[in-house]
């Protein structure tokens, strides 16, 4: 349930460990959308606790656009979902995360999906999940550019097709093939 070596590799001593807690926001949603108002299709997706990464549509509602990407905890149900297009709440039992600056949103993700939490049935996760640990690895303050040149690639590497399709020309990652990286595109 939180930072240890079957979850995560040996770290560098350059990284810290944090709570989920402390590395996001949960963001207030004003208007939840019942399952009983999904429609098969709609102007906008509606993100619930499902499996399924949208849960149904809708033509109403108030769109979440704020701080995208976010990552989307299912409560009960513990399901995750990286989001980063604008969506509509479902019913009760999600969480909206917003990682803070200090973190890449897509290395956020993983590195919560990581996380082992206990399996309570329906009752709610979010306990768990707000407590556990994450590691923190050091921010460039140009978001615009991954800070893997001092990493080191003890992971193995990925491909340079595979970084060229997930990271635009202008991100300066592109001959990078480091540790980091694989969290962010795996």
């Known amino acids: 349930m939180t930072y ?14 944090v709570t989920v807690e402390s590395a996001s926001t949960i963001l207030s949603v004003k208007e939840k959308i019942p399952v009983k108002n999904y429609l098969t299709t ?4 509606v993100i619930d606790q499902g499996a399924a990464l949208i849960g149904g549509y809708t033509n109403q509602g108030i769109a979440v656009t704020d701080q995208l990407p976010v990552v989307v905890f299912g409560d009960h149900t ?6 980063d ?33 206990p399996d309570r049935g329906y009752a709610r996760h979010y306990q768990h999940l707000r407590n556990s640990q994450i ?4 921010h460039s303050t140009n978001k615009n550019a991954l800070p893997i040149n001092s990493m080191p690639c003890w992971l193995g ?3 340079a097709a595979t970084v060229s399709t997930a990271f635009p020309p202008s991100s300066n990652v592109s001959g ?11």
């Open 4 to 17: 240890d070596e079957e979850n995560f590799p040996v770290l560098p001593k350059s990284w810290l460990v």
């Open 42 to 45: 709609g102007n906008l997706a």
């Open 78 to 83: 513990r399901a995750l979902k990286y989001i």
């Open 85 to 117: 297009f604008p969506f509509a709440a479902g019913a009760d039992g999600i969480k909206v995360l917003a990682p803070n600056e200090l973190f890449f949103p897509r290395a956020f993700f993983r590195f919560v999906q990581a996380i082992k939490l």
């Open 135 to 138: 590691p923190l690895p050091p």
């Open 157 to 159: 590497q990925i491909s």
């Open 176 to 186: 990078n093939r480091c540790w980091l990286l694989q969290l962010v595109v795996i």
